[in-house]
């Protein structure tokens, strides 16, 4: 059965240069229409993340690879729709968060951006000791639905892309390959992140099957990769090695983003009430707050309250 995954290798080789373009999810469809492809290199975006939480090296790992796997599925969806993974674990980093709409936005979160773990023996960092043994819940959502989709499954690893892999088996019967890496240097920054992602369609033959295996057996780290400029159709090649595949229209951009405005914040002071607002106004500090699941500052200075304050006012009466 077809069910793998890869987090980061230790025998990569380096492949093409990068080609400059905007970052996004890039989509393959098989000649005889037998697997789907997704891959993109996502550094730009995990970059953002990080420099919006500063997240630690083990923190931008589980928070990036999600982000990168969320994207890839979200791809695959139709327009307005979106996918979000929840993986929680009884380990010290409990859990963390990534959600993606079809359009190329993605947003991620852990309540523990800073937690420092021990490496592992050979120098790594062990995601999945730090996740511990606990449940990924995927949420498909879509416009003018009542409520959304969701399904659950126990972390295989915790790593992210295995993880990603059995939920797709289990819940949606789909057989796949899931690779997403996050590449960070000596000084915990990230230099490389993508994924790839293969799914096979009912009826995809043993033959089409056997070549990904063994291809797969072949490939080394995806994150160093990107890391020394692959693009995404030098990330899917040595996957898909004697096979064809063509490119779909996939226009839209990754980017950083997050449902959370300032009116938010607004709002959220208007349900404290006059007083709370009056009291702040009094000891001229301005309302703070930041964005639980990307990190965003927002403020609201004293001149900004007095207004507030005032509309409050007019419309009790």
Known sequence: MLLFYWEFGHFFRP?????????????????????????????????????????????????????VAASLMASQLKDGQQVSLYFRGDGPLEMFFAEATHEGQVRGYTPNPQLEVTPEESGELSLSAAIGKGILTVVHSQPQQKAPQRGTVALQSGEVGEDVAFYLIQSQQVRSIVAVGVKVNSYGLVQGAGGVLIELMPGCPEEVIQTLEDNFLKVGSLSERVMEGSSPDDLIAPYLAGLEVRELSHPYELSYQCRCTRERLARALILLGESEVQEMIQKKESAKARCEFCGRPYEIEVAELSKLLEKMKSSSH
């Open 15 to 67: 492949m093409a240069n990068q080609k400059t373009e905007k970052q996004r999810i890039h989509k393959y469809l098989s000649k005889d229409m037998s697997f789907r492809v997704a891959a993109t290199v996502a550094t730009d975006v995990v970059r953002e993340m990080q420099g919006i939480q500063n997240t630690f090296p083990l923190a931008t790992m589980a928070v990036g690879r999600s982000m």
